[in-house]
């Protein structure tokens, strides 16, 4: 009786360890979330992901040098307007939609919570732009260059999920911008 228990107990672990190496295999060759073995695939509900690279070409409109600050829109007061800044730290695990002149770029990982807020004060003398660049429908696997267009726009469209991009000069703990730059989410479809 007890050789039978023993036999039955020693089967239930080496299947459970079994189970395990299959998953932790799958998960490091393939970047498998480990839902999506069993059916439920977190956000893409089970289907594959699909990945790509793109390479964007920063628009000729936007400053060459590097931006004063980047962040995500928080709230707006008349012609100032407070953004939650991001340090952009290298290698990380994370792609940002904004690719505005020294914005984030795939394999930037964006920390959100870190970065203080900083205020924005936006004059008649400041340049806005927004975002209009179209990244058509990216194959999977491939490796995409877009360039980026932009248009001169108004603070009106920027949502809690707009990026910014601000170049100015700092003046205390603000910063006039000399020119001001957004984009909303990109949202990219899977193939049906």
Do not use: H
Not at 78 to 87: E, K, L, Q
Not at 95 to 109: D, K
Not at 116 to 127: M, S
């Amino acid at each position: 009786m007890k050789n039978k228990k023993l036999i039955v107990v020693m089967s239930i672990l080496v299947i459970l360890v079994g189970a395990a190496a299959f998953v932790g295999g799958r998960m490091l060759n393939q970047g498998v979330n480990p839902l999506g073995l069993i059916g439920l695939g977190g956000p893409m509900g089970g289907k594959e992901v699909m990945s790509f690279a793109l390479n964007v070409i920063p628009a000729a409109e936007l400053p060459k040098t590097p931006p004063e600050v980047i962040g995500v829109f928080a709230e707006r007061q008349d012609n100032t307007i407070v953004i939650s800044s991001i340090p952009l730290k290298a290698g990380g695990g994370g792609v940002a939609v904004s690719s505005g002149g020294g914005g984030a770029v795939a394999g930037t990982r964006i920390d959100e919570n870190s970065g203080p807020k900083v205020e924005i004060v936006v004059t008649n003398e400041t340049v806005v732009y927004r975002e209009t660049t179209d990244i058509g429908k990216p194959q999977p696997g491939e490796n995409q260059t877009v360039q980026q267009t932009v248009e001169e726009s108004t603070l009106d469209e920027l949502n809690t999920q707009s990026m910014v991009t601000v170049w100015g000069r700092k003046s205390g703990d603000r910063i006039i911008a000399e020119v001001l730059f957004y984009s909303n989410p990109v949202m990219i479809k899977a193939p049906s």
